[in-house]
């Protein structure tokens, strides 16, 4: 099936154009591909917006940051203005890189990300997580939404190019008291020129003999990656589900059975009291304390899903926001890669000059090793993300066992004096 947009541009009227992609609303047209490919960017790249994709041993990779950081998001504080008429939750940011501490609140981080998905056409920006649930200053929520921001603020900073950029570093780096510092950022960032066509100018990829990409290939990568990002999204999607179903189960079900169990072996040690024995004293007691350590048993259940299902519930809601993005990144590319199909056939058909489909080519060819720059980087931090939360998850989870089995114990040893 013929990729959407790019009708060939057929008859003698069309001499030396390829034909322009009538859906104007189709992302390789609203991100600049169309234009770039067709050589219409201009702008001067200035040395600071100069970005490299380099060799690496899986294919194409973005340059490393040559000083990587971190940045912490610490517990928010609710601040007031207009003499406590208003209310807002700020977030305590530490980079690394400058030890500074700043304040932002979510709507900063909502500025830089409509920036950033501005700028970045085949680059995946992290989605942010929720603005609000209902109950603005909710506990549970804002914890949540900080580990959302926290995951949110790894990715933005483990990537080679976004965080390198100027208005990311602004944000990070603006002292919060200085309200005109951080207009002027705000101001220069939006109006930055390299963004959608431009920034593609300012992409260097590998030259020379032998560097060049096999057009088939990167096809061929792309379309594997595209089967991937289906199949890595409806698995996310199912796995979501369940933890959720099953936290739920935790929370209300488990605790409930089990501190039924428990219930009953108190009534069993209540009706032993009416005994009154001497010698069976220690064996009310040892049964009682049965029931008891059920009843915490249910407690540890209903604890446990914030230990060690919510983390991964976290983890997943960040790679679905990357999955949402990649069908844009992908028809990027194909845009390009069908203008260039589209360009051969034009030369051999006499309609357009040789120079001008190998300008072509050679756009299309720095989108595509953007495009795989990217997904390699996806890979790349996607085995890190996951290896670390199943090591997380299963450690939690032995720690919960071990817990359990410890309340069992002591249970059990209630029985020796008996």
């Not at 928010?76 to 406590?84: A, C, L, R, S, V």
């Amino acid at each position: 099936p013929h990729p959407p947009g790019g009708g060939g541009g057929g008859g003698a009227k069309s001499s030396a154009t390829v034909s322009r992609n009538l859906n104007r609303f189709s992302t390789f047209v609203k991100s600049g591909g169309e234009a770039f490919v067709l050589g219409e960017a201009s702008g001067f790249v200035k040395d600071g917006d100069k970005l490299c994709v380099v060799p690496g041993p899986r294919g194409p990779e973005w340059q490393e940051n040559p000083y990587p950081f971190q940045c912490s998001i610490e517990d928010p504080t609710k601040q007031t203005k207009f003499k406590g008429m208003k209310s807002y939750i700020a977030y305590k940011l530490v980079p690394s890189h400058t030890g500074q501490q700043v304040h932002r609140r979510y709507k900063h981080f909502d500025w830089l990300y409509g920036r950033l998905a501005e700028k970045f056409p085949v680059i995946s920006v992290p989605h942010l997580p929720e603005k609000q649930a209902t109950g603005r200053f909710e506990e549970d929520f804002i914890s949540k939404r900080r580990k959302g921001l926290a995951w949110w603020m790894d990715h933005m900073c483990s990537h080679p190019v976004l965080a390198q950029c100027d208005a990311f570093q602004h944000f990070l780096t603006c002292p919060s008291t200085d309200e005109k510092a951080w207009k002027q950022g705000k101001r220069k960032a939006e109006k930055d020129e390299m963004v959608g066509a431009n920034f593609f100018l300012t992409i260097s990829v590998p030259a020379g003999p032998g560097a060049g990409l096999d057009l088939q290939e990167v096809e061929s990568q792309v379309d594997g990656f595209k089967a991937f990002t289906k199949k890595m999204d409806e698995s996310a999607l199912q796995l979501n589900h369940t933890a959720n179903e099953f936290a739920r189960k935790q929370v209300t079900g488990f605790k409930k059975e089990y501190q039924k169990v428990g219930h009953s072996f108190k009534c069993l040690s209540q009706a032993f009291e009416l005994d009154q024995q001497a010698f069976s004293a220690g064996l009310n007691q040892a049964i009682a304390f049965t029931g008891e350590a059920y009843d915490a048993i249910g407690d540890l259940f209903a604890d446990q899903p914030r230990q060690d299902l919510d983390p991964v519930m976290d983890l997943l809601a960040l790679y679905q926001g990357h999955l949402a993005n990649f069908p844009d990144i992908i028809h990027v590319q194909k845009g390009a890669l069908t203008k260039v199909k589209e360009s051969k056939r034009h030369v051999e058909e006499g309609k357009m000059e040789l120079q001008k489909a190998e300008g072509i080519q050679e756009r299309c060819n720095i989108i595509s090793f953007a495009t795989l720059a990217e997904i390699n980087h996806f890979h790349k931090i996607r085995v890190r993300d996951f290896k670390s939360q199943m090591q997380h998850f299963l450690q939690q989870q032995i720690l919960f066992f071990q817990k359990v089995t410890q309340k069992l114990e002591e249970a059990l040893h209630k029985y020796d004096s008996v």
